[in-house]
């Protein structure tokens, strides 16, 4: 009785055996099932996972790149002071720069001021302000604008080289944890370049950036738009820095200014650049950085306190 019931069951395995053979047979017949199908091995999906971190984290990091490569200053500028680019007198480039952002109003209304007129501007920042307002910062650089740095306080005071250090590193920092930016353009608060922040600066291949032309809105009794708009356009020369504001106060006659200043420019045949580009381009026509033409007395401790 044993016997008969292993008979059985040897037989229902056979059965099985040959129509599962059968199945698969057909399978491969009618092409439903391919034979290297048989022997791939599917991918775990913690695999895929990893793998679309690493391309996003590659992603990221090409993008960094570029932005930092669209920061970069041409070797021959680091520890070097520029009020201005020094071009030949046909090469009608000049570049726009904002002092004490990023704040929560004027700075984005100027980006999207830039973003209409296709302009690309340079940003100095403060580090509390970095700090105080990050989405700001971040749709600076993802504007494509340059971040230079201007100090954690703003502070015009004499400082030891530990002070100054702490000013400018804490800043880099902040700007790079928030926007990805690797800066080495700083501009010292109030032009001083006698109080320590620019000595170090330079020792630590910062290029230091003043300006030759200014419209005005940083002082104590800052003019109406329409001066605004002569000061800058009267003054405007190849090569020039032009100095203005979207932080430090209410720079509401800035914004105004701002679309005048860029069709008054233009008007003169102007096309705008960010201060590596600038650089870039003098650096491309050979011109001696030495000495510059421009008057360097742009410390104004009596007047003019928002720089």
Do not use: C
Request: hydrophobic share 40%; net charge positive.
């Amino acid at each position: 009785m044993s016997n008969q019931k292993l008979s059985v069951s040897l037989k229902l395995l056979i059965i099985t055996l040959i129509t599962g053979a059968s199945g698969l047979a057909i399978s491969l017949l009618f092409g439903t099932v391919q034979p290297n199908d048989l022997l791939r091995i599917k991918q775990p999906k913690s695999d895929k996972k990893k793998v679309t971190q690493e391309q996003a984290m590659t992603a990221s990091t090409e993008a960094s790149l570029a932005t930092n490569q669209m920061n970069q200053v041409p070797n021959k500028f680091q520890g070097t002071v520029i009020y201005q680019a020094k071009l030949q007198a046909n090469e009608k480039v000049i570049a726009l720069t904002f002092d004490d952002g990023p704040g929560p109003k004027n700075t984005a209304q100027i980006l999207e001021i830039l973003q209409k007129n296709q302009i690309k501007a340079t940003f100095f920042m403060i580090g509390e302000m970095v700090k105080y307002f990050p989405l700001v910062a971040k749709q600076v650089a993802a504007d494509g604008e340059v971040i230079g740095n201007h100090t954690w306080h703003h502070w015009y005071r004499h400082m030891d080289v530990a002070t100054a250090a702490n000013e400018i590193n804490s800043t880099a920092d902040i700007i790079y944890q928030t926007t990805g930016v690797k800066t080495t353009l700083l501009r010292p608060p109030g032009g001083f370049l006698n109080n320590g922040l620019a000595d170090y600066a330079k020792s630590h291949e910062y290029t230091v950036i003043m300006w030759s032309e200014e419209s005005g809105d940083a002082q104590r009794r800052s003019p109406q738009v329409p001066r605004m708009v002569k000061n800058v356009l009267k003054d405007a020369k190849p090569g020039a820095i032009v100095l203005m504001h979207d932080g430090g106060g209410n720079r509401s006659r800035t914004v105004q200014a701002l679309p005048q200043i860029i069709d008054g420019l233009r008007a003169q045949g102007y096309r705008f650049v960010t201060i590596p580009e600038l650089l870039q381009i003098q650096a491309q026509e050979k011109i001696a950085t030495a000495g510059s033409s421009v008057v360097t007395n742009h410390e104004y401790p009596n007047n003019q306190l928002n720089h």
